[in-house]
Protein backbone atom coordinates (compact mmCIF):
# COMPACT_ATOMS: atom_id res chain seq x y z
CA UNK A 1 0.00 0.00 0.00
CA UNK A 2 2.71 2.32 0.76
CA UNK A 3 4.85 1.65 -2.20
CA UNK A 4 1.34 2.29 -4.15
CA UNK A 5 0.94 6.13 -2.86
CA UNK A 6 4.41 6.90 -2.82
CA UNK A 7 4.68 6.65 -6.70
CA UNK A 8 1.66 9.41 -6.66
CA UNK A 9 2.82 11.74 -4.00
CA UNK A 10 5.98 13.40 -4.36
CA UNK A 11 7.56 14.71 -1.40
CA UNK A 12 5.97 13.45 1.85
CA UNK A 13 6.11 12.53 5.38
CA UNK A 14 5.73 9.29 7.60
CA UNK A 15 3.32 11.63 9.73
CA UNK A 16 1.58 12.38 6.33
CA UNK A 17 1.14 9.25 5.80
CA UNK A 18 0.03 8.31 8.98
CA UNK A 19 -3.06 10.95 8.24
CA UNK A 20 -3.87 9.51 4.89
CA UNK A 21 -3.66 5.57 4.99
CA UNK A 22 -4.32 5.69 9.45
CA UNK A 23 -2.18 3.06 9.53
CA UNK A 24 -0.19 2.71 12.63
CA UNK A 25 3.66 5.16 12.43
CA UNK A 26 6.61 2.60 13.09
CA UNK A 27 4.71 0.15 10.60
CA UNK A 28 4.67 3.17 8.03
CA UNK A 29 8.56 3.78 8.98
CA UNK A 30 9.54 -0.13 8.44
CA UNK A 31 8.04 0.21 5.08
CA UNK A 32 9.57 3.13 4.07
CA UNK A 33 12.87 1.94 5.12
CA UNK A 34 12.17 -1.34 3.35
CA UNK A 35 11.65 0.88 0.09
CA UNK A 36 14.76 3.20 0.60
CA UNK A 37 16.53 -0.03 0.60
CA UNK A 38 15.84 -1.62 -2.70
CA UNK A 39 16.61 1.99 -4.41
CA UNK A 40 12.98 3.15 -5.09
CA UNK A 41 12.45 6.39 -2.91
CA UNK A 42 15.02 8.47 -1.35
CA UNK A 43 15.08 10.79 1.90
CA UNK A 44 16.06 14.23 2.66
CA UNK A 45 14.50 17.77 2.61
CA UNK A 46 12.56 18.96 -0.93
CA UNK A 47 10.22 20.99 0.02
CA UNK A 48 11.01 25.06 0.34
CA UNK A 49 10.66 26.17 2.82
CA UNK A 50 12.53 22.88 4.76
CA UNK A 51 10.52 21.38 6.89
CA UNK A 52 12.50 19.80 9.74
CA UNK A 53 10.96 16.32 9.70
CA UNK A 54 12.43 13.75 6.90
CA UNK A 55 10.18 14.05 3.32
CA UNK A 56 10.53 10.75 1.72
CA UNK A 57 9.96 10.31 -2.03
CA UNK A 58 9.64 8.56 -5.12
CA UNK A 59 13.21 8.22 -7.30
CA UNK A 60 11.65 9.00 -10.54
CA UNK A 61 9.08 10.96 -9.54
CA UNK A 62 11.81 13.20 -7.88
CA UNK A 63 14.05 13.34 -10.87
CA UNK A 64 10.96 14.58 -12.60
CA UNK A 65 10.52 17.78 -9.99
CA UNK A 66 14.01 18.40 -10.32
CA UNK A 67 14.11 18.55 -14.39
CA UNK A 68 10.65 20.76 -14.06
CA UNK A 69 12.15 23.39 -11.62
CA UNK A 70 15.32 23.83 -13.47
CA UNK A 71 13.35 24.28 -16.79
CA UNK A 72 11.38 27.16 -14.62
CA UNK A 73 13.77 28.73 -13.41
CA UNK A 74 15.69 28.69 -16.64
CA UNK A 75 12.10 29.99 -18.06
CA UNK A 76 11.96 33.14 -15.56
CA UNK A 77 15.47 34.54 -16.64
CA UNK A 78 15.15 37.26 -19.21
CA UNK A 79 19.13 37.67 -21.35
CA UNK A 80 20.73 41.27 -20.88
CA UNK A 81 22.72 42.23 -23.98
CA UNK A 82 26.50 42.54 -24.13
CA UNK A 83 26.41 46.24 -23.07
CA UNK A 84 24.11 46.06 -20.18
CA UNK A 85 26.19 42.84 -19.37
CA UNK A 86 29.50 45.13 -19.25
CA UNK A 87 27.50 47.66 -17.14
CA UNK A 88 26.92 45.18 -14.61
CA UNK A 89 30.90 43.71 -14.54
CA UNK A 90 32.07 47.53 -14.05
CA UNK A 91 29.80 47.32 -10.77
CA UNK A 92 30.40 43.91 -9.63
CA UNK A 93 33.98 43.82 -10.22
CA UNK A 94 34.51 47.68 -8.34
CA UNK A 95 35.22 49.55 -11.40
CA UNK A 96 32.60 51.47 -11.15
CA UNK A 97 33.20 54.67 -9.24
CA UNK A 98 30.09 54.34 -6.82
CA UNK A 99 30.90 50.43 -6.22
CA UNK A 100 34.79 50.87 -5.09
CA UNK A 101 36.33 49.58 -1.89
CA UNK A 102 38.85 50.47 0.44
CA UNK A 103 41.00 49.39 3.21
CA UNK A 104 42.92 46.10 3.43
CA UNK A 105 39.90 43.94 3.72
CA UNK A 106 38.66 46.06 0.84
CA UNK A 107 41.87 45.00 -0.91
CA UNK A 108 41.54 41.26 0.37
CA UNK A 109 38.05 41.49 -1.25
CA UNK A 110 39.31 42.66 -4.77
CA UNK A 111 42.34 39.79 -4.54
CA UNK A 112 39.72 36.88 -3.84
CA UNK A 113 37.85 38.13 -7.12
CA UNK A 114 40.97 38.18 -9.32
CA UNK A 115 42.71 35.61 -7.99
CA UNK A 116 44.03 33.11 -10.64
CA UNK A 117 44.03 35.58 -13.70
CA UNK A 118 47.65 36.50 -14.81
CA UNK A 119 48.58 40.48 -15.28
CA UNK A 120 52.34 42.07 -15.89
CA UNK A 121 53.78 42.03 -13.14
CA UNK A 122 54.44 46.24 -13.15
CA UNK A 123 50.60 46.62 -13.90
CA UNK A 124 48.72 45.30 -10.79
CA UNK A 125 49.56 47.93 -8.29
CA UNK A 126 48.71 50.83 -10.39
CA UNK A 127 46.68 49.70 -13.02
CA UNK A 128 44.47 47.01 -11.55
CA UNK A 129 44.22 47.80 -7.30
CA UNK A 130 44.09 51.39 -7.37
CA UNK A 131 41.84 51.48 -10.30
CA UNK A 132 39.51 49.27 -7.52
CA UNK A 133 40.63 50.53 -4.11
CA UNK A 134 40.14 54.57 -2.83
CA UNK A 135 43.39 55.89 -1.69
CA UNK A 136 45.77 52.66 -2.34
CA UNK A 137 48.27 52.22 -0.06
CA UNK A 138 50.92 49.57 -1.28
CA UNK A 139 51.62 49.12 2.74
CA UNK A 140 48.29 47.25 2.70
CA UNK A 141 49.30 44.61 0.28
CA UNK A 142 52.35 43.84 2.05
CA UNK A 143 50.86 43.47 5.00
CA UNK A 144 48.10 41.12 3.57
CA UNK A 145 51.43 38.86 1.78
CA UNK A 146 53.26 38.94 5.01
CA UNK A 147 50.58 37.81 7.46
CA UNK A 148 50.29 34.62 4.77
CA UNK A 149 46.78 35.84 4.02
CA UNK A 150 47.62 36.39 0.15
CA UNK A 151 50.57 35.13 -2.04
CA UNK A 152 51.56 35.38 -5.50
CA UNK A 153 53.64 33.98 -8.18
CA UNK A 154 53.48 32.99 -11.90
CA UNK A 155 51.06 29.39 -12.31
CA UNK A 156 51.01 29.85 -16.47
CA UNK A 157 54.27 27.43 -17.76
CA UNK A 158 57.12 29.22 -19.81
CA UNK A 159 58.10 27.43 -22.16
CA UNK A 160 61.44 27.38 -21.72
CA UNK A 161 60.45 24.94 -18.30
CA UNK A 162 57.75 22.95 -20.02
CA UNK A 163 58.74 22.23 -23.48
CA UNK A 164 60.62 19.16 -24.22
CA UNK A 165 64.36 19.29 -24.64
CA UNK A 166 65.63 19.63 -28.09
CA UNK A 167 68.86 17.72 -29.81
CA UNK A 168 71.96 18.96 -27.52
CA UNK A 169 75.13 20.25 -28.56
CA UNK A 170 78.15 18.12 -29.15
CA UNK A 171 79.51 19.55 -25.69
CA UNK A 172 76.01 18.67 -24.22
CA UNK A 173 75.77 22.02 -22.58
CA UNK A 174 72.15 23.76 -24.17
CA UNK A 175 70.12 21.80 -26.43
CA UNK A 176 70.26 23.60 -30.19
CA UNK A 177 67.65 26.94 -30.16
CA UNK A 178 66.91 26.68 -26.52
CA UNK A 179 64.35 29.32 -25.30
CA UNK A 180 65.88 31.56 -22.46
CA UNK A 181 64.05 33.01 -19.44
CA UNK A 182 64.72 37.05 -20.14
CA UNK A 183 63.71 38.61 -16.68
CA UNK A 184 61.71 41.18 -17.46
CA UNK A 185 59.06 43.88 -15.46
CA UNK A 186 56.02 42.49 -17.78
CA UNK A 187 56.27 38.72 -16.36
CA UNK A 188 52.69 37.59 -15.52
CA UNK A 189 52.05 36.87 -12.00
CA UNK A 190 48.84 36.61 -10.56
CA UNK A 191 47.60 36.57 -6.52
CA UNK A 192 45.49 33.73 -4.70
CA UNK A 193 44.01 33.44 -0.82
CA UNK A 194 45.80 30.61 0.37
CA UNK A 195 43.00 29.50 2.49
CA UNK A 196 40.96 29.03 -1.22
CA UNK A 197 44.07 27.75 -3.24
CA UNK A 198 42.83 24.09 -4.01
CA UNK A 199 42.01 25.53 -7.69
CA UNK A 200 45.66 25.81 -8.25
CA UNK A 201 47.32 22.63 -9.96
CA UNK A 202 50.98 21.47 -9.41
CA UNK A 203 53.62 22.11 -10.89
CA UNK A 204 54.18 21.49 -14.86
CA UNK A 205 57.61 21.69 -15.16
CA UNK A 206 60.48 18.77 -15.09
CA UNK A 207 63.47 18.88 -13.65
CA UNK A 208 65.80 18.07 -16.74
CA UNK A 209 64.34 21.33 -18.31
CA UNK A 210 65.91 23.67 -15.28
CA UNK A 211 69.19 23.44 -17.49
CA UNK A 212 67.56 26.19 -19.40
CA UNK A 213 68.29 28.38 -16.39
CA UNK A 214 71.41 30.41 -15.89
CA UNK A 215 74.02 29.08 -13.03
CA UNK A 216 73.05 31.47 -10.71
CA UNK A 217 69.27 30.97 -11.18
CA UNK A 218 69.80 26.97 -10.63
CA UNK A 219 71.91 27.83 -7.69
CA UNK A 220 69.40 29.85 -6.03
CA UNK A 221 66.67 26.68 -6.89
CA UNK A 222 68.97 24.18 -5.65
CA UNK A 223 69.26 25.97 -2.34
CA UNK A 224 65.68 26.98 -1.44
CA UNK A 225 64.86 23.25 -3.08
CA UNK A 226 67.31 22.13 0.06
CA UNK A 227 66.67 24.49 2.51
CA UNK A 228 63.26 25.97 2.11
CA UNK A 229 62.38 29.73 2.56
CA UNK A 230 65.16 31.87 3.37
CA UNK A 231 66.00 35.66 3.25
CA UNK A 232 68.22 37.24 0.67
CA UNK A 233 71.08 38.08 2.66
CA UNK A 234 70.96 33.88 3.63
CA UNK A 235 70.62 32.96 -0.12
CA UNK A 236 73.88 35.17 -0.72
CA UNK A 237 75.69 33.61 1.37
CA UNK A 238 74.66 30.35 0.71
CA UNK A 239 75.35 29.93 -3.26
CA UNK A 240 78.26 32.16 -2.74
CA UNK A 241 77.33 34.68 -5.79
CA UNK A 242 77.63 38.19 -6.05
CA UNK A 243 74.32 40.13 -4.66
CA UNK A 244 73.75 41.81 -8.02
CA UNK A 245 73.21 38.38 -9.83
CA UNK A 246 71.17 36.63 -6.89
CA UNK A 247 68.75 40.08 -7.67
CA UNK A 248 68.76 38.91 -11.41
CA UNK A 249 68.73 34.88 -10.37
CA UNK A 250 65.49 35.44 -8.45
CA UNK A 251 64.06 37.87 -10.71
CA UNK A 252 64.49 34.83 -13.59
CA UNK A 253 62.90 31.90 -11.25
CA UNK A 254 59.66 34.66 -10.39
CA UNK A 255 59.77 34.87 -14.87
CA UNK A 256 60.29 31.61 -14.79
CA UNK A 257 57.03 30.63 -12.18
CA UNK A 258 59.42 28.78 -9.98
CA UNK A 259 59.53 31.21 -6.74
CA UNK A 260 57.50 33.48 -4.79
CA UNK A 261 58.38 35.14 -1.79
CA UNK A 262 56.94 35.85 1.71
CA UNK A 263 56.13 39.93 0.53
CA UNK A 264 55.27 42.04 -2.77
CA UNK A 265 57.92 43.98 -1.85
CA UNK A 266 60.62 41.36 -2.70
CA UNK A 267 59.40 41.47 -5.97
CA UNK A 268 58.53 45.55 -6.19
CA UNK A 269 61.80 45.72 -5.59
CA UNK A 270 63.26 44.08 -8.50
CA UNK A 271 61.11 45.14 -11.12
CA UNK A 272 61.01 48.81 -10.34
CA UNK A 273 63.68 50.87 -12.55
CA UNK A 274 63.66 53.38 -10.14
CA UNK A 275 64.96 51.50 -6.98
CA UNK A 276 67.07 49.40 -9.06
CA UNK A 277 69.08 52.44 -10.65
CA UNK A 278 69.34 54.23 -7.29
CA UNK A 279 72.68 51.71 -5.49
CA UNK A 280 72.14 53.21 -2.12
CA UNK A 281 68.06 52.71 -1.93
CA UNK A 282 68.96 49.62 -3.44
CA UNK A 283 71.20 48.60 -1.04
CA UNK A 284 68.43 49.26 1.95
CA UNK A 285 65.35 47.76 -0.05
CA UNK A 286 66.24 45.75 -2.42
CA UNK A 287 68.56 43.40 -0.50
CA UNK A 288 66.87 43.89 2.68
CA UNK A 289 63.12 43.84 1.93
CA UNK A 290 60.93 41.93 4.55
CA UNK A 291 59.81 38.21 3.52
CA UNK A 292 62.08 35.55 2.34
CA UNK A 293 62.03 33.86 -1.09
CA UNK A 294 61.03 30.44 -1.48
CA UNK A 295 60.02 27.79 -3.98
CA UNK A 296 56.12 28.58 -5.14
CA UNK A 297 54.76 25.04 -5.31
CA UNK A 298 55.37 24.11 -1.57
CA UNK A 299 52.10 21.78 -0.99
CA UNK A 300 50.63 18.96 -2.41
CA UNK A 301 47.71 19.96 -5.33
CA UNK A 302 44.17 19.44 -4.19
CA UNK A 303 42.69 16.02 -6.13
CA UNK A 304 41.08 16.68 -9.36
CA UNK A 305 37.62 16.79 -8.24
CA UNK A 306 38.58 19.85 -5.73
CA UNK A 307 40.33 21.43 -7.92
CA UNK A 308 38.15 21.65 -10.98
CA UNK A 309 35.05 22.79 -7.96
CA UNK A 310 37.54 25.13 -6.79
CA UNK A 311 37.85 26.78 -10.39
CA UNK A 312 34.26 26.89 -11.16
CA UNK A 313 33.88 28.87 -7.97
CA UNK A 314 36.91 31.24 -8.90
CA UNK A 315 35.36 32.26 -12.16
CA UNK A 316 31.58 32.90 -10.91
CA UNK A 317 33.61 35.18 -7.94
CA UNK A 318 35.15 36.69 -10.80
CA UNK A 319 32.39 37.88 -13.51
CA UNK A 320 29.29 36.55 -11.57
CA UNK A 321 28.07 34.66 -15.03
CA UNK A 322 30.40 32.03 -17.02
CA UNK A 323 30.19 30.67 -20.11
CA UNK A 324 32.71 29.60 -22.66
CA UNK A 325 33.53 32.53 -24.48
CA UNK A 326 33.86 34.99 -21.52
CA UNK A 327 36.89 32.67 -19.91
CA UNK A 328 39.43 32.67 -23.24
CA UNK A 329 41.85 35.19 -21.25
CA UNK A 330 42.04 32.72 -18.42
CA UNK A 331 45.07 31.01 -18.94
CA UNK A 332 45.28 29.26 -15.47
CA UNK A 333 41.48 27.54 -16.20
CA UNK A 334 41.03 24.29 -17.13
CA UNK A 335 39.20 23.22 -20.58
CA UNK A 336 36.09 24.05 -20.72
CA UNK A 337 34.38 20.76 -21.23
CA UNK A 338 35.77 19.86 -17.39
CA UNK A 339 34.28 23.02 -15.99
CA UNK A 340 31.03 22.15 -17.88
CA UNK A 341 30.56 18.81 -16.45
CA UNK A 342 31.32 20.24 -13.10
CA UNK A 343 29.15 23.33 -13.79
CA UNK A 344 26.43 21.49 -14.20
CA UNK A 345 26.76 19.04 -11.05
CA UNK A 346 26.77 22.04 -9.20
CA UNK A 347 23.71 23.33 -10.85
CA UNK A 348 21.77 20.11 -9.82
CA UNK A 349 22.70 20.21 -6.65
CA UNK A 350 21.23 23.72 -6.49
CA UNK A 351 24.10 25.81 -5.86
CA UNK A 352 24.32 27.79 -8.55
CA UNK A 353 21.82 28.64 -11.71
CA UNK A 354 22.08 27.62 -15.31
CA UNK A 355 19.63 29.56 -18.03
CA UNK A 356 20.82 32.08 -21.02
CA UNK A 357 21.94 35.12 -18.82
CA UNK A 358 24.06 37.33 -21.65
CA UNK A 359 22.07 36.96 -25.01
CA UNK A 360 24.39 36.59 -28.37
CA UNK A 361 26.43 33.97 -27.07
CA UNK A 362 25.93 30.29 -27.92
CA UNK A 363 26.47 27.38 -25.13
CA UNK A 364 25.54 26.70 -21.55
CA UNK A 365 25.97 29.38 -19.22
CA UNK A 366 25.34 29.36 -15.44
CA UNK A 367 25.95 31.76 -12.61
CA UNK A 368 25.77 32.55 -9.02
CA UNK A 369 21.75 33.21 -7.26
CA UNK A 370 22.27 36.56 -6.19
CA UNK A 371 24.27 37.90 -9.19
CA UNK A 372 21.03 37.02 -11.40
CA UNK A 373 18.86 39.00 -9.11
CA UNK A 374 21.85 42.22 -9.22
CA UNK A 375 21.72 41.22 -13.01
CA UNK A 376 18.24 41.53 -13.35
CA UNK A 377 17.82 44.79 -11.85
CA UNK A 378 20.65 46.48 -14.40
CA UNK A 379 18.32 45.77 -17.26
CA UNK A 380 15.27 47.74 -15.47
CA UNK A 381 17.97 50.43 -15.19
CA UNK A 382 17.91 53.57 -17.45
CA UNK A 383 22.18 54.29 -18.42
CA UNK A 384 22.72 57.63 -17.78
CA UNK A 385 26.10 58.58 -19.88
CA UNK A 386 28.56 56.48 -17.77
CA UNK A 387 32.07 56.73 -18.74
CA UNK A 388 34.49 54.24 -16.99
CA UNK A 389 38.37 54.31 -18.41
CA UNK A 390 40.27 50.87 -17.49
CA UNK A 391 43.63 48.94 -18.46
CA UNK A 392 43.86 46.77 -21.03
CA UNK A 393 45.76 44.77 -18.87
CA UNK A 394 42.17 44.35 -16.91
CA UNK A 395 40.38 41.07 -16.80
CA UNK A 396 37.12 43.16 -17.84
CA UNK A 397 39.25 44.10 -21.59
CA UNK A 398 36.77 41.91 -23.38
CA UNK A 399 36.54 43.95 -25.98
CA UNK A 400 36.32 41.33 -29.45
CA UNK A 401 35.12 38.74 -26.83
CA UNK A 402 31.71 40.32 -24.97
CA UNK A 403 31.72 43.55 -27.23
CA UNK A 404 31.74 43.49 -30.68
CA UNK A 405 35.15 44.77 -32.63
CA UNK A 406 38.53 43.79 -32.64
CA UNK A 407 40.27 42.54 -29.83
CA UNK A 408 42.54 45.22 -27.67
CA UNK A 409 46.01 43.90 -26.58
CA UNK A 410 46.44 43.62 -23.14
CA UNK A 411 49.64 46.12 -23.57
CA UNK A 412 50.34 47.37 -20.12
CA UNK A 413 49.85 50.93 -20.04
CA UNK A 414 47.09 50.93 -22.59
CA UNK A 415 43.87 52.35 -22.01
CA UNK A 416 39.97 51.93 -23.19
CA UNK A 417 37.11 53.78 -22.43
CA UNK A 418 33.43 52.58 -22.22
CA UNK A 419 30.14 54.49 -22.41
CA UNK A 420 27.03 52.56 -21.12
CA UNK A 421 28.82 49.67 -21.27
CA UNK A 422 30.20 50.07 -24.72
CA UNK A 423 33.34 50.78 -26.34
CA UNK A 424 34.05 54.61 -26.78
CA UNK A 425 36.72 55.82 -29.56
Not at 164 to 193: G, H
Not at 201 to 223: C, D, F, M, Q, T
Not at 348 to 357: P, W
Amino acid sequence: MVRGWMQHLGPTTCYELNKLLSLDVSSIEQALLKLESSGLILRGHFRTPARGETEWCERRLLARIHRMTLGRLHREIQPVSAAEFMRWLLKWQHLAPETRLSGEQGLLEVIKQLQGFEIPANAWEQQIFAKRIKDYDRDMLDRLCLTGAVGWGRLSPHAAVTEPESVMTSNDALPRNTKRIMPTSVAPITFFIREEADWMAGPVYHEENLARLSHAAKSIYNYLKQRGASFFTDIARGVNKLKAEIETGLWELVTAGLVTADGFDNLRALIDPRRRSDKRRRRIQTRFSSGRWSLLYGHEPAPEPEQLEAACWMLLKRYGVVFRDLIVREKNSPRWRDLLNMFRRMEARGDIRGGRFVDGFLGEQFALPYAVDSLRAIKKQNPCDEITEFYAVDPLNLAGIVLPGPRIPATSGKKLTLLNGVISS
